[in-house]
């Protein structure tokens, strides 16, 4: 991301780049980006209380998940259910979600470049951009959403245990 943010700053300097979250590689992170030279478009705000993250999302204009490996990424759905345009790496479990859905876009692990044109065109296209967030929205809303899915888990979750069961009788 870090990498991507440098072209993103040259067409759009004024561009803000929030980190949210702590880790070991933060310290890295600082000073890439200061090498770099894009302190001043990249700030890391370290761990937010996840009753805070509904803001950070509706100050956003979109949402960057540049993981290498990543498992289902919950913090994507909580990106497309505030309406922002997400764009995740294809190491990312989203991915799927994001390519049928169109409400944003799957770049590869390890390519700055394709992620930076990515951003540079949703800044571009606040239209898009809107469109994007609605879809992802409305996917999240219908396909998601605890009680309309609620009868399904516990359908798995019956099945799980009955043939659970079986086995220890067996």
Not at 52 to 74: I, M, N, R, T
Not at 89 to 95: E, F, Q, V, W, Y
């Amino acid at each position: 991301l870090l990498n991507a943010v440098t072209a993103v700053a040259e067409k759009y300097p004024e561009t803000l780049f929030l980190l949210v979250g702590e880790g070991r590689e933060k310290k890295r992170l600082i000073e890439l980006a200061t090498r770099l030279k894009i302190e001043r478009n990249v700030k890391f705000e370290g761990k937010v209380a996840h009753k805070y993250l509904p803001e950070y999302f509706q100050s956003c204009d979109l949402f960057v998940l540049p993981s290498k490996e990543d498992g289902w990424g919950l913090v994507v759905v909580e990106a497309l259910i505030s309406g922002k345009p997400v764009l995740v790496s294809d190491a990312c479990g989203t991915k799927d979600i994001v390519e049928h859905v169109n409400c944003g876009f799957v770049f590869p692990v390890g390519r700055p470049d394709i992620l930076a044109e990515k951003i540079i065109y949703l800044l571009h296209q606040p239209r898009i951009r809107e469109k994007m967030g609605r879809m992802g929205r409305e996917y999240v809303e219908k396909t998601l959403d605890l009680e309309s899915n609620a009868y399904k888990y516990r359908e798995v979750y019956e099945k799980t245990i009955e043939l659970a069961g079986r086995r220890k009788r067996s």
